[in-house]
Every structure is written in C-alpha cells, then in structure tokens.
C-alpha cells in the first residue's frame, strides 16, 4: 500500500532532521512488492532555525517506489484556530464495521486495524470512516499517512483504483485512540479521481487535511464511458 511507504519516508525524514512534520507530498512511483528489502534514501534541502526542506526516495534495490517533498519544523505555541469542523456522526461504538471484502487476510494490513463506517454516499461522493490501529501505537505522521492512503476506496466507482499522489498538510497530533477520516471525491471521470480528506481526532480535533489524484480501474472507466451520450 503506497501509504505505508509514505508513511515510512515520513518517518526517515523525521529522525533525520529532528523535526516534525508539517506537510509531505508524495508522488508512486513503483508499486512495492512484499517480501523485498527497502532503502530509504533521506536529503535535508535546506536547514534553518525552525524548519527544514527535505525529500526522500524509496529505493527496492534500482527501482524507485517513491518520491517525497516535505517541510518539517516547529510548530508554533500560539493557539491555532481550525476552520474545519468534524461532521456530526455517530461514535465509533455506535457504527457498524466496514466490509474489507477480498482484501482481507491473516497478518496483511487490513487485519492490523479497525474500521467503522460512520456515513457513507455514492450519489455525494462522500465517506466518514472511524480508524483504530488493532495494537493502539501513539498517533503520529506515518500513521495518518496510512489513513489517508484509503481514499479511493470511499465510493463504489474510485475502489479498486492506482494512487499516483498524496499530500498531507499536518494541524496537531493530538493523541487519540480512533481517527475520522472524511472523505470527498471532488471529481471523477473519464480516467481519474480527484479528493480530499479531513482527519479528526476522537475531541473534534482537525489533525491533518490530504489530497490524492488517482487512476479509475478498467470496471469504472467502461462504466462511465457506458453512461456518457
């Protein structure tokens, strides 16, 4: 999941620089394989008194599975004024969990975290998806990169699509057991899917805002082709 290996070079960036994330683009590249062996090459662009411009790549042995761009640095102490406001849906409890389908199997990344459906809508382009980690690690960037990296599979038509990008723009890193992802497909068709997502903690808390442009599987492209006069 390309998630995972933005998630990671986040995380290089992080313990090379000393600095938190503040936002981080990634382009895929390459899909990464299971099984193989991953270098994560990190360079610090530029280094001032409160920030960094960095960038990593993802490397299985020649092949480049990732490109990343980020800023990291300080986050200042003033109070922050969030504009974005977690919708109103039922708690994590109160939802039923979501179907993982095919995707599901012992030991694979489905199996290692719990997801709630809050609300969904094909006719809206719209999903709000409560997320656990099974084993509850503290909440951090590589983990909200995982998250964010489940927007196609918000509405019928974007499932099953290839990413070819995503952004995280980071607000707070408040801790919080569950995480609400709310999803919006802001375009789709002929080929490819435009979205976004906010991500809240449990409180309310705008903790990260994302974006991602991706290719429609063969299934939905025949589907809107079949649909256009």
């Given at each position: 999941?390309?998630?995972?290996?933005?998630?990671a070079?986040l995380?290089a960036?992080?313990?090379a620089?000393?600095?938190?994330?503040l936002?981080?683009t990634c382009?895929?590249i390459?899909?990464?394989?299971?099984?193989?062996?991953?270098?994560?090459?990190?360079?610090?662009?530029?280094?001032g008194?409160n920030?960094?411009?960095?960038a990593?790549?993802?490397?299985?042995?020649?092949?480049?599975?990732i490109?990343?761009r980020?800023?990291?640095?300080a986050?200042?102490?003033?109070?922050?004024m969030?504009f974005?406001?977690?919708?109103?849906?039922?708690?994590?409890e109160?939802?039923?969990?979501k179907?993982?389908g095919?995707?599901?199997?012992?030991?694979n990344?489905?199996?290692?975290f719990?997801?709630?459906l809050a609300?969904?809508?094909?006719?809206?382009?719209?999903?709000?998806?409560?997320?656990?980690?099974?084993?509850d690690?503290?909440l951090?960037?590589a983990?909200?990169?995982?998250?964010a990296?489940?927007?196609p599979?918000?509405v019928?038509l974007?499932?099953?699509?290839?990413?070819?990008?995503?952004?995280?723009?980071?607000?707070?890193l408040r801790p919080?057991?569950?995480?609400?992802?709310?999803?919006?497909?802001?375009?789709?068709?002929?080929?490819?899917?435009?979205?976004?997502?906010?991500?809240?903690?449990e409180?309310?808390?705008?903790?990260a805002?994302?974006?991602e442009?991706?290719?429609?599987?063969?299934?939905?492209r025949?589907?809107l082709?079949?649909k256009?006069?």
């Amino acid at each position: 999941m390309g998630g995972v290996t933005f998630g990671a070079a986040l995380d290089a960036l992080e313990q090379a620089t000393g600095r938190e994330t503040l936002w981080g683009t990634c382009q895929f590249i390459a899909p990464a394989f299971a099984g193989r062996d991953f270098v994560i090459e990190t360079e610090e662009l530029v280094q001032g008194r409160n920030l960094s411009q960095a960038a990593a790549r993802v490397r299985d042995e020649e092949t480049t599975v990732i490109e990343v761009r980020a800023a990291l640095g300080a986050r200042p102490e003033a109070a922050s004024m969030p504009f974005a406001r977690m919708p109103d849906v039922a708690k994590p409890e109160d939802c039923e969990p979501k179907p993982v389908g095919d995707d599901a199997s012992p030991g694979n990344l489905f199996s290692q975290f719990e997801r709630r459906l809050a609300q969904e809508s094909d006719a809206e382009g719209r999903e709000c998806l409560w997320f656990r980690a099974v084993d509850d690690p503290p909440l951090s960037t590589a983990l909200l990169a995982i998250y964010a990296d489940h927007m196609p599979g918000a509405v019928r038509l974007t499932r099953g699509s290839t990413s070819l990008d995503c952004t995280l723009r980071f607000a707070s890193l408040r801790p919080s057991r569950w995480v609400l992802a709310e999803t919006r497909m802001e375009a789709v068709g002929p080929r490819l899917f435009h979205s976004s997502m906010n991500l809240f903690a449990e409180d309310g808390t705008l903790l990260a805002v994302a974006s991602e442009t991706g290719v429609l599987p063969r299934a939905s492209r025949n589907e809107l082709q079949e649909k256009t006069p």
